[in-house]
T-cell receptor
Framework: KNQVEQSPQSLIILEGKNCTLQ??????????LRWYKQDTGRGPVSLTI?????NTKSNGRYTATLDADTKQSSLHITASQLSDSASYIC????????????FGAGTILRVKS | DAGVIQSPRHEVTEMGQEVTLRCKPI?????LFWYRQTMMRGLELLIY????????DSGMPEDRFSAKMPNASFSTLKIQPSEPRDSAVYFC?????????????FGAGSRLTVL
C-alpha cells in the first residue's frame, strides 16, 4: 500500500530557531511532492510543489528538498516565527492512479516565544 | 478571486438528521474535490468531479453520503441520515487540472458535529 509517513509527529521550538520536518514515501511512480501548511481552523495552503527531477525549492523561509532515490523529502524552516505554528502536511501525487494525492498525517509545529 | 468558498463553516446536528455542505470552487477550475479530515485518519478523498461529472467516488464511506455538482460553480455533499462517526471537518478543493505542477486550493472547511 502506498504510504506517506512524516516525522516527527509534533515539534516545539523557540521563536527564531530553525527546524526540519521529514517525509518518507513509498508512492511509486510519483509525479510530484507537495508541502502544505494548515493553520488551526483553516484549510491547507500550498507551500511548495516539486517534480521528481527537482532537488530543492524555496518559498521565503521555507525550503523543501527531495531525494527521489531514497524517497525522502524535508521541509526546512529558517528563523521560525510564531505564525509558523501549524500542521505541515506532505503530499505525494501517485502517477499510477491518475495523480491521486496521497496525504501524510502531518507534523504539528508549535513555535514558542 | 475569493478562493474556494464553503458553507456552513460549522454545523451541529443530531443523529439521523440530514446534513448538506456546500462549495463554490474557484472560477475556471475544472476539478472539484471533497475531502474529510479527522484526527485519526487525516485527510481522505471522498469524491472528485471533472467538468461537473463525478470521476471517482470510491472514497465515499457508504450510501448515506452523496455528492452533486449541478454546474461549474456549485457542489453539495449530503449526508443522510447523519451519524456521530461522521463528525469531522469536510474540505472542498478545486484545481485547474491534475497535472504535476497544478496547485490544489482548499476552502476553509465545514466542521460537522453530529450528536
Amino acid at each position: 500500500k502506498n504510504q506517506v509517513e512524516q516525522s516527527p509527529q509534533s515539534l516545539i521550538i523557540l521563536e527564531g530557531k530553525n527546524c526540519t520536518l521529514q517525509c518518507n514515501y513509498t508512492v511509486s511512480p510519483f509525479s510530484n511532492l507537495r508541502w502544505y501548511k494548515q493553520d488551526t481552523g483553516r484549510g491547507p495552503v500550498s507551500l511548495t510543489i516539486m517534480t521528481f527531477s527537482e532537488n530543492t525549492k524555496s518559498n521565503g523561509r521555507y525550503t523543501a528538498t527531495l531525494d527521489a532515490d531514497t524517497k525522502q523529502s524535508s521541509l526546512h524552516i529558517t528563523a521560525s516565527q510564531l505564525s509558523d505554528s501549524a500542521s505541515y502536511i506532505c503530499v505525494v501525487s501517485d502517477m499510477e492512479y491518475g495523480n491521486k494525492l496521497v496525504f501524510g498525517a502531518g507534523t504539528i509545529l508549535r513555535v514558542k516565544s | 478571486d475569493a478562493g474556494v468558498i464553503q458553507s456552513p463553516r460549522h454545523e451541529v446536528t443530531e443523529m439521523g438528521q440530514e446534513v448538506t455542505l456546500r462549495c463554490k470552487p474557484i472560477s475556471g477550475h475544472d476539478y472539484l474535490f471533497w475531502y474529510r479530515q479527522t484526527m485519526m485518519r487525516g485527510l481522505e478523498l471522498l469524491i472528485y468531479f471533472n467538468n461537473n461529472v463525478p470521476i471517482d467516488d470510491s472514497g465515499m464511506p457508504e450510501d448515506r453520503f452523496s455528492a452533486k455538482m449541478p454546474n461549474a460553480s456549485f457542489s453539495t455533499l449530503k449526508i443522510q441520515p447523519s451519524e456521530p462517526r461522521d463528525s469531522a471537518v469536510y474540505f472542498c478543493a478545486s484545481s485547474l487540472d491534475t497535472s504535476g505542477a497544478n496547485v490544489l486550493t482548499f476552502g476553509a472547511g465545514s466542521r460537522l458535529t453530529v450528536l
